[in-house]
């Protein structure tokens, strides 16, 4: 069971751009097969391999104590060895020594990235320590491709450029690789300058493999890779060189049909842009296209989620460090609970192996029908492939004579190494129980003294709703920390020990309920206390809920609020209301449903009133209510996807 396995990269083999020759497996050179490319790279040239747009990187792992890069031309450069801070390199080339300091001896990871849209990695290839080799990277299974202009490309006042944008930090949050196709100035429609350096425009350029720089630019081999989302940011700068709203809508649906005949599989989102810019004409171009039956086409409403005039915004246009960082938070969540991607998991390991982990560090194996590691200096092992922003992770913790042993969540770029790793760990050993978060350094968040017996299992439990964390040790009725802490919104999950033997068992994540309605995009929500549906999903957890045990009937559900325990969706004369349980008997009925079989389509799902047979939860004119239905369009309106 290792994180470096060869099935693992296979997963993403059609990410890798396939170079011009056979390639030296192993040696460090461009060609090396062991090296992952992400993003537009050119490989037609086997000795030199040349990245474009902003954010491209390679990821590799190495063995020995030294790596150096060999570049045939000047460019700025960030370098991430083994998980840790980004190094800056301004204007590298030649041959660069990332490591004046030696390594340690053992196995090494190494990611290099270009800083912004102009700066080309003319990648020659690493030079190693003597008998070193290259591995191949841990696989991430999901691929995000970000369309945009200089907002998205990173430009204007950021500290790290493209690895401080809202991009970088939402691919990254979800343990995905992702591509920035973005470029500062650049309009969608074709034939106006706007603020980049020639009249094309993002219409046409996306489908090249170089940017506005490179107007005989060869087109790009959209087969060698497939995109799992594509989010698309722009407008912004068509408003401000007045390209009319009905070129615009016209341009962007087009757009939109020849991204999809790229990716006829790919989720695709479209962003209000965060300035409040063309937003009728982008929500009527993605309308037309659901219209004209893309079903996995979404509109992210983002109002709200910064202000322009406030430390959200660098200038008048662009958001800062802290506004990337803030709109991250929102998206990473919203993308992959619209991409149904955090689906519940469990593992009890009855089947004897641990199929589907990745481990970072410590020895692991399947004993007794249990995940077991003997104690190492931070040892990690990562559910590959989970998802996880607001809900619930259990596991069943034994735990040696020392040290501590924990869950992590929200968890990405993880790595070897003590504290390796973004997000939290949840932990405990035998004088206290504590919450903290890495950012390959630890910070404990909070503590409390309880006394836990060592070998013996006690069941931990995470609750996470946005910000508010809450951590459980045996009683499950009474957290032994509630804490506020809004570092990171989504990621991994996993389990993690330090300086001790432990064993894990029954892992299970379980993300909280959506439902989206038959309008794409339109989730069911409260605001106000009214059960409404809505693309505006601030905060996220006002659109998802616990189903429950029916109040009234447990073989029926509740829907309970995740933003406002105690709190249920119920009839009150027609109506949705979003009401505190009151325990009387007409509460109970009024707050349960019957899960029926969905009223326009089978396959997914209607609420039929408990005490009110014959009416069924349905939306009407962006409002929820409980009547009967009579029409296709009732019946339509009744049916919802979870």
């Not at 090396?32 to 030199?48: C, E, F, H, K, P």
């Not at 939109?256 to 409040?276: D, E, H, K, S």
């Not at 299992?457 to 804490?483: F, I």
Request: aromatic share 10%; glycine share 10%.
């Amino acid at each position: 069971m290792s994180a470096l396995t060869v099935a693992g990269v296979l997963l993403l083999s059609g990410l890798v751009s396939s170079p011009g020759a056979s390639a030296a497996t192993g040696d460090g050179s461009a060609s090396d097969a062991n090296i992952l490319y992400v993003g537009r790279w050119d490989r037609t040239n086997a000795s030199v391999a040349r990245s474009y747009w902003s954010g491209a990187y390679f990821r590799v792992h190495f063995t020995g104590t030294s790596v150096q890069l060999r570049l045939a031309g000047a460019a700025n450069l960030y370098v991430s060895i083994d998980g840790g801070g980004e190094a800056y390199y301004p204007g590298a080339t030649g041959t660069v020594n990332l490591t004046p300091t030696p390594l340690a001896a053992g196995v090494h990871t190494l990611r290099v990235a270009s800083r912004s849209e102009t700066d080309v990695i003319q990648f020659q290839g690493l030079v190693l320590s003597s008998g070193a080799t290259t591995l191949v990277p841990a696989a991430r299974s999901k691929r995000i491709e970000f369309v945009g202009d200089s907002i998205t490309a990173g430009c204007c006042a950021l500290t790290r450029g493209a690895l401080n944008d809202y991009a970088w930090l939402v691919g990254e949050a979800l343990n995905a690789d992702h591509t920035q196709i973005a470029y500062s100035g650049i309009c969608l429609q074709d034939g106006v300058a706007c603020f980049s350096p020639n009249n094309i425009g993002m219409s046409q350029q996306y489908f090249k493999l170089q940017t506005v720089q490179y107007p005989s630019s060869p087109a790009w081999d959209f087969s060698r890779y497939a995109a799992d989302a594509v989010v698309i940011n722009l407008g912004t700068n068509d408003n401000n060189w007045g390209v009319s709203d009905a070129a615009f809508q016209s341009t962007y649906i087009t757009f939109l049909q020849n991204i999809r005949a790229r990716y006829p599989n790919a989720l695709l989102f479209v962003l209000r842009t965060f300035g409040g810019f063309k937003v009728a004409p982008t929500l009527a171009a993605v309308n037309a296209r659901i219209a004209a039956g893309d079903t996995k086409l979404s509109y992210v409403d983002t109002t709200g989620w910064v202000t322009p005039g406030t430390a959200d915004f660098s200038d008048d246009l662009h958001p800062s460090d802290s506004g990337h960082a803030k709109i991250a938070r929102l998206l990473a969540p919203f993308l992959a609970k619209t991409a149904r991607w955090e689906v519940p998991f469990s593992d009890d390991f009855n089947d004897g192996n641990a199929n589907g982990w990745a481990v970072y560090g410590g020895s692991w194996a399947v004993s007794g029908n249990q995940l077991a590691v003997a104690a190492h200096p931070g040892a990690k092992a990562l559910a590959s492939g989970v998802l996880f922003s607001n809900g619930t992770l259990d596991a069943d913790i034994t735990l040696g004579a020392a040290g501590n042993a924990g869950l992590m969540f929200r968890a990405s770029r993880l790595d070897t190494g003590v504290d390796a790793y973004q997000g939290y760990f949840a932990g405990f050993d035998q004088g206290q129980v504590f919450l903290g978060r890495a950012d390959h350094n630890w910070v404990t968040v909070a503590s409390v003294p309880t006394l836990l017996a060592p070998q013996v299992a006690h069941h931990v439990r995470v609750v996470a709703v946005g910000s508010n964390l809450k951590v459980y040790v045996d009683d499950m009725a009474t957290p032994k920390l509630n804490v506020t802490d809004t570092t990171y919104t989504s990621g991994g999950v996993g389990v993690r020990t330090y300086q001790a033997d432990a064993r894990f068992d029954n892992v299970a994540a379980r993300a909280f309920s959506r439902f989206e309605s038959s309008l794409r995009g339109y989730f069911v929500r409260h605001q106000g206390g009214r059960g409404r549906i809505d693309t505006w999903l601030l905060p996220a957890e006002d659109a998802e809920w616990r189903v429950v045990p029916g109040l009234a009937n447990a073989s029926a559900l509740s829907l309970e609020s995740v933003a406002f325990p105690g709190h249920f969706l119920r009839h009150a004369n027609g109506e949705l209301w979003l009401h505190p349980n009151d325990g009387s008997a007409l509460f109970k009925a009024d707050a349960t449903w019957w899960r029926r079989p969905g009223q326009a389509n089978a396959s997914l799902t209607s609420f039929e009133s408990f005490n009110f047979p014959g009416n069924y939860l349905r939306h009407r004119n962006g409002l929820l209510y409980s009547e009967p239905l009579a029409t296709d369009l009732d019946r339509s309106d009744a049916t919802f996807r979870e």
